[in-house]
């Protein structure tokens, strides 16, 4: 049971170029997230998912697309990178139905570097 | 967006000694959970707290409930150099919503 895995861990971009970060959990939850953390600004919600086939809006979306094709896998997409979205991001999961059972688990980052 | 208010900012204690932090929020939860973050890491979810009143243990930690359910407490007892790092909150509404609202974070040192 590996939790909340997130690739790559480091990535440095150019302006302008593309990339995708994978997240994936084997703990069939429902609910997926990706969150950007920067100094001084706490998380925040770029985009998430209700489940498989779904996504939506969250606090920062502009630059960002999603994907959740697969229940246990959530892609976050930049198509044109900008030094603004230099920051470190983190996908979480959970499963919120009801009492006891409402949990969040945050995989280990990825830390993006736009030149 | 919303933030919950998290207290103290930062502390630092010296080995041995206990801490206590604190998130209060003008909205009323139905979950409060408590992570730790260490540097270059992602958070570790410690306490999941789910009903007014509870209070849960791990370890040397010990998590409550607020009654008013717009709080949520967080011990460490005799704290040591690994306790290093940023705690924080987060409350979450459990019927139809699917926002985490997260604590401002305390950033704990330990003085050997």
């Known amino acids: 049971n590996a939790g909340v895995t997130q690739t790559p861990k480091f990535r440095v971009l150019k302006t302008g170029q593309s990339m995708t970060l994978l997240c994936a959990q084997d703990?069939?939850?429902?609910?997926m997230y990706w969150y950007r953390q920067d100094p001084g600004m706490g998380l925040r919600l770029i985009h998430y998912?209700?489940?498989?086939?779904?996504?939506a809006k969250g606090e920062v979306p502009d630059g960002y697309n999603v994907s959740r094709l697969k229940k246990q896998n959530f892609l976050l997409g930049l198509e044109s990178a900008a030094p603004s979205q230099t920051s470190v991001y983190f996908c979480?999961?959970?499963?919120?139905?009801?009492?006891?059972?409402?949990?969040?688990?945050f995989g280990p980052g990825t830390r993006l570097t736009v030149l | 967006g919303q933030q919950l208010n998290q207290s103290p900012q930062s502390m630092f204690i010296q080995e041995g000694e206990d801490v206590s932090m604190n998130c209060t929020s003008s909205?009323?939860?139905?979950?409060w959970l408590w992570y730790k973050q260490e540097p270059g890491e992602g958070p570790v979810l410690l306490i999941a707290?789910?009903?007014?009143?509870e209070l849960t243990s791990n370890g040397r930690l010990t998590a409550q409930f607020g009654i008013t359910r717009k709080d949520s407490f967080l011990n460490i007892s005799a704290s040591i150099p690994s306790d290093v790092g940023i705690y924080f909150c987060?409350?979450?509404?459990?019927?139809?919503?699917?926002?985490?609202?997260f604590g401002t974070g305390t950033r704990l040192k330990v003085l050997a």
């Open positions: 979480a999961s959970s499963y919120p139905r009801g009492s006891s059972t409402d949990t969040q688990y």
């Open positions: 703990m069939n939850h429902e609910y």
């Open positions: 987060a409350g979450h509404v459990t019927s139809g919503t699917y926002k985490y609202i």
């Open positions: 909205s009323i939860f139905n979950t």
């Open positions: 707290l789910y009903k007014a009143g």
């Open positions: 998912s209700v489940g498989e086939g779904t996504t």
